[in-house]
């Protein structure tokens, strides 16, 4: 149990998640309040859909402070639709929570009716819903809201409550909204744990680019391919993920936190800063190991038949992070053109990893398959691949999993 009333367990599955919460009209539509904070405080992504009379109860502009995005109020809005249209925003949640879902909305739903935004997202989603039913005990009791309640769960709905006691409508009985804590443990309940729940990772990406002057730099053939794989796979696995990338042409992967950066002075002060707060620092990037001392601030001309660059070392990233005290568990690949698993082991020791992936630089760069050994310890190692980086990211992230449940006190 955290501050908040959640257990570990609902933290952990509601990190990355993105949740639409419909509200009907019903007094208890101001627990909605704490009930966004909740979900948004555990990593949730909150997208808040308000029926016209929910809007008598709690004002749109609460709940966009607390969500952090827009509410969306009619079906028939010119400027939502050019944002994110009803169809896309049906599309878009892992669970569509409706709360307090009052004894009309229900009649509604189960008659398939589409009048206003909140049921016609419900008819075109295909998302998992959970409803919590608020509403007077005797409405409650009714057989018409019974017989709606069955109907829906029939179809698959999870009905979270009503819990039973006194009401604001001064009758005693069964129909109050659960509290907060207790709707987001039940949204919680439906997502199966990933590998890397609740686990912050941050990756590097890329190679970084030195300038020499205005319009030439220092670079190396990354394609970033591998950090990126990685990402998408550990948001797969239930991870935050925070990418730090160099100048790569990819699209940043869905749900990934991208920072762009382009020199490693730059990505040394990206990942000092988000190191803080991760599990797992994943260095991939090829950051440039020199940098020019003096840029030129002016195109430099061709006037002589030499031009010598004078060239000063990059800081370690990852040996810089991995000497730190409070630390997260550090994670290095190794390119190597020679005595790949020779040099990757001297590598892991003399930047203090956890473990480290050793790969044939030539056959790595810009191509769509991998093949590394995995090290760690003293004798620890696997090979992972040939492969599609994607699968073999997957299974680099089944050893970083290991890795950190070996580190933690009761393992
Ligand atoms: N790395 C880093 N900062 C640097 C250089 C490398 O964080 N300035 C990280 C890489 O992201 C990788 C690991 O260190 O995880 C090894 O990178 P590699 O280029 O193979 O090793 P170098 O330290 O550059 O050693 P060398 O070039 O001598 O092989």
Not at 51 to 65: C, D, G, K, S, V
Not at 189 to 204: E, S
Not at 380 to 396: E, F, W, Y
């Amino acid at each position: 149990m955290n501050d908040d009333g959640l257990t570990a367990a609902s933290l952990a599955t509601l990190a990355n998640k993105r949740i639409l919460l419909g509200m009907t009209g019903g007094i208890a539509a101001y627990k909605c309040a704490e009930l966004t904070r909740l979900l948004t405080r555990a990593g949730a992504d909150v997208r808040v859909v308000m029926t016209t009379a929910a809007t008598e109860f709690i004002t749109p502009l609460t709940m966009q402070a607390l969500s952090g995005h827009r509410v969306h109020l009619d079906l028939l809005d010119v400027d939502a639709e050019a944002g994110m249209g009803h169809i896309e925003l049906a599309r878009w949640p892992d669970l569509i929570v409706v709360a307090p879902a009052s004894a009309d909305f229900l009649a509604r739903m189960v008659g398939g009716q589409a009048g206003d935004l909140l049921t016609t997202l419900l008819l075109a989603s295909r998302a998992p819903v959970v409803l919590a039913p608020a509403m007077n005990q005797a409405m409650w009791l009714n057989p018409a809201t019974q017989d709606n309640l069955l109907k829906l769960r029939d179809r698959g709905c999870h009905i979270a409550g009503p819990a039973s006691g006194s009401q604001a409508c001064g009758d005693t009985g069964p129909g109050r909204m659960l509290e907060p804590a207790d709707i987001a443990d039940a949204c919680a309940g439906l997502f199966v744990p990933g590998l890397l729940n609740g686990l912050h990772l941050t990756i590097t990406a890329g190679p970084t680019r030195e300038a020499i002057d205005p319009v030439r730099f220092i670079s190396n053939h990354s394609s970033g391919k591998m950090g990126y794989a990685l990402a998408t796979e550990a948001v797969q696995a239930g991870a935050r993920v925070t990418l730090i990338s160099g100048p790569v042409n990819l699209p940043v992967p869905d749900r990934v936190h991208c920072i762009a950066v382009t020199t490693a002075q730059e990505m040394l002060d990206a990942s000092l800063l988000s190191a803080d707060n991760s599990d797992v620092f994943i260095g991939v990037a090829a950051v440039a190991d020199y940098r020019v001392s003096d840029t030129s601030d002016h195109k430099i001309k061709k006037t002589a038949d030499t031009l010598q660059l004078n060239l000063v070392r990059n800081p370690d990233i990852i040996g810089t992070l991995a000497a730190l005290e409070k630390r997260p568990l550090m994670v290095g690949f190794a390119a190597e053109t020679q005595h790949i698993e020779q040099f990757g082991r001297e590598k892991l020791q003399r930047k203090n990893l956890d473990l480290l992936f050793a790969n044939d630089a030539t056959a790595t760069f810009n191509s769509d398959d991998i093949c590394a050994t995995a090290l760690w310890g003293e004798h620890g190692s696997q090979t992972l691949g040939p492969a599609n980086k994607n699968l073999v990211a997957r299974q680099m992230l089944t050893l970083i999993a290991e890795r950190v449940s070996a580190g933690q006190p009761d393992a």
